[in-house]
Nanobody
């Protein structure tokens, strides 16, 4: 089992950057595929990015490709999401998710563990 805690959210202007971090408990973090999802006001939760357990493979939603970057440090049990060129539609609660698997997934129902979320607000 793994527990996830996100941090790094906040208020940023359009075009700005933020770096979110997700800290995971447990000694088996390196065996988990990790994902970031977001849920905007009145919207369903949507996929943002995912990374395989070794960090070799990544996958992004088309809406963030080229602007966001996911990375992980298995020695520190963390997974980060660097967000650049933020847009107002990026305003959402961002969630970190984990699944013990060799593959990475872009659907929320594939993930077993979730953090509590961190709020990102992009002002126009």
């Amino acid at each position: 089992q793994v527990q996830l805690v996100e941090s790094g959210g906040g208020l940023v202007q359009t075009g700005g950057s933020l770096r979110l971090s997700c800290a995971a408990s447990g000694r088996t973090f390196s065996t988990y595929a990790m994902g970031w999802f977001r849920q905007g006001p009145g919207k369903e939760r949507e996929f943002v990015a995912a990374i395989s357990w070794g960090g070799t493979n990544t996958h992004y939603a088309d809406s963030v490709k080229g602007r966001f970057a996911i990375s992980r440090d298995n020695a520190k049990n963390t997974v980060d999401l660097q967000m650049n060129s933020l847009k107002p539609e990026g305003t959402a609660v961002y969630y970190c998710a984990a699944r013990r698997d060799t593959y990475l997934y872009s659907t929320s129902d594939a993930y077993d563990y979730w953090g509590q979320g961190t709020q990102v607000t992009v002002s126009s």
